[in-house]
């Protein structure tokens, strides 16, 4: 089964930076586009990045462009968002995802495989 496990979240001040990381497993890694998605209180989860199999394309939600970097290792299987200049509005619970599409319809919720999610790993940015 895939199992999916964030970390690198945490508490920065404005413009700081944090790594996130995600260890993925039970998929055929370099099958499939990978996905971060956040989610704060009282909003429904938004699309961050997501990256192509080999790492040759990306896309971003406007958002964090120009801000964040996603990237991904294949062989070890792990997925990472290096994200700078953090902004409060940044604040939420933040996921990785398989997707089972391509492109930047794997901004959308509804194309992660088997709609798993794991358990997120937090970020908080204070002003």
């Known amino acids: 089964q895939v199992q999916l496990v964030e970390s690198g979240g945490g508490s920065v001040q404005a413009g700081g930076s944090l790594r996130l990381s995600c260890a993925a497993s039970?998929?055929?890694?370099?099958?499939?586009?990978m996905s971060w998605f956040r989610q704060s209180p009282g909003k429904e989860r938004e699309g961050v990045a997501t990256?192509?199999?080999?790492?040759?394309?990306?896309y971003y939600a406007d958002s964090v462009k120009g801000r964040f970097t996603i990237s991904r290792d294949n062989t070890e299987t792990m997925l990472f968002l290096q994200m700078n200049s953090l902004k409060p509005e940044d604040t939420a619970m933040y996921y990785c995802?398989?997707?089972?599409?391509?492109?930047?319809?794997?901004?959308?919720?509804?194309?992660?495989?088997?709609?798993?999610w794991g358990q997120g790993t937090q970020v908080t940015v204070s002003s």
């Open positions: 039970g998929v055929p890694f370099t099958s499939y586009y």
């Open positions: 990256i192509s199999t080999y790492t040759d394309t990306t």
């Open positions: 995802a398989v997707c089972s599409s391509v492109g930047s319809g794997c901004l959308t919720a509804n194309k992660v495989l088997n709609n798993y």
